[in-house]
């Protein structure tokens, strides 16, 4: 059985978080050996992990490892004492081998390699340990996507209520509707339940186009927009992740369409999020071609696709909002538990697109909507 290692804050490291649930700053070790959970580190972290034996079995203080003598001892390099650390509480297990992830430090892993113990890094290895949900994280994309269809409700409300000015523009309580004063009131809202995101996507019309730019300007009427929002819990660090798209307005025939192509094809992916199964991508690319829809598996030509359907069905979510599974032209295989983000679309040019995104758990029994439902209408609440 491999000797699984981590050394970081679990703040900036979702291997880290996933392993020991709690939120610290500063740099502690994870050892998983024989089948025993233990972290090490300073002395004032133990009273973090003494209520949580679901994730952690022993604690060492670093304390015990040497950490004051090498501290005081002005010959040992200050930026190898948490290396050095480190070594030795692998030497008390008595390991010489240890599986890190990619995101491994360089300094720690040099060090270790130069004194015997080898490092192998097995990014497959770590992402499989993250797809394996604990029931906290669980709780942390439920209370996100809570918190996300609160924000989508107050964008929808924005956009329902919104009326044409003589200009051609939109305009919501006195102020010219904009991506950006969207986006303001659904951060508002993401605060207010306990969640957060620095980015929210806000596109009208062919806004769409730039992809992961957050969008800027007016709404246009009559026109499609799409808002994606992907917000994180803050008291687990977990994300979730939802596309809606509206119409402030009377949708065009096209458009309606549009909808109703990614409408089916979220359908035809779900019924195809399975355990051990890997063909949704496929399943959803027959769909639109049938449609005479573009599609990665037909495109053809030079350069990047960008209308039709130009990117991939989905990805998995968690301690990173783009995480494995995979779920495009490489797919990986799913397992009862992937927390999975699906989202369909269609886009072209002169019309907008249509973008329709939902997260789901994969159970034994098909995918499990994280959604509460939230309606899919083109037409927001209040139009």
Known sequence: MPTYLLHDDSVRSAEMRHEVAEAVRDPITFIEHDGRRI??????????????????DEFWDTHDLGYDDLVVDSSFPETLIQPELVLRALRRL??????????FRVLVADYLRERG??????????????????????EGVERAQRAAETAMLA???????????RDGLLRFEGEILTADLV???MNAELLSQGAE??????????????WHDVGAGPILPDRPCIVDCYPRDRRTGVYTDMSRTFVPGTPSDEVRAMHGHVKRA????????????????????????????????????????????????????GLDVHERPHIGRRSDELAEGDVVAVEPAIYRRGHGGVRIEDTVVVTADGPERLTDPFPYDLEPPGH
């Open 39 to 56: 972290v090490a580190g300073a002395r004032f972290e133990r009273d973090v992990f003494a209520t949580r034996e679901d994730v952690v």
């Open 183 to 185: 986006r303001v009131a």
């Open 94 to 103: 008595g390991v010489d081998a240890v599986v890190v992830p990619p995101s």
């Open 266 to 317: 979220l359908d035809v992916a779900l019924d195809a999020l399975r355990p051990g199964q890997a063909d949704a991508f496929r399943r959803v690319c027959e769909h639109f071609h049938a449609l005479g829809i573009p599609t990665q598996l037909s495109h053809r030509g030079d350069g990047p696709m960008h209308e039709g359907f130009p990117h991939a069905l989905g990805h998995g979510v």
């Open 197 to 210: 995101s620095e980015d929210i996507l806000v596109h009208s019309g062919d806004a769409c186009f730039g």
């Open 117 to 138: 113990i080898d490092v192998v890094v097995d990014a497959d290895a770590w992402e499989h340990r993250r797809r394996r949900k604990s029931p906290w994280e669980l």
């Open 155 to 165: 964008a929808a409300r924005m956009l329902g209520e919104s009326e044409v000015t």
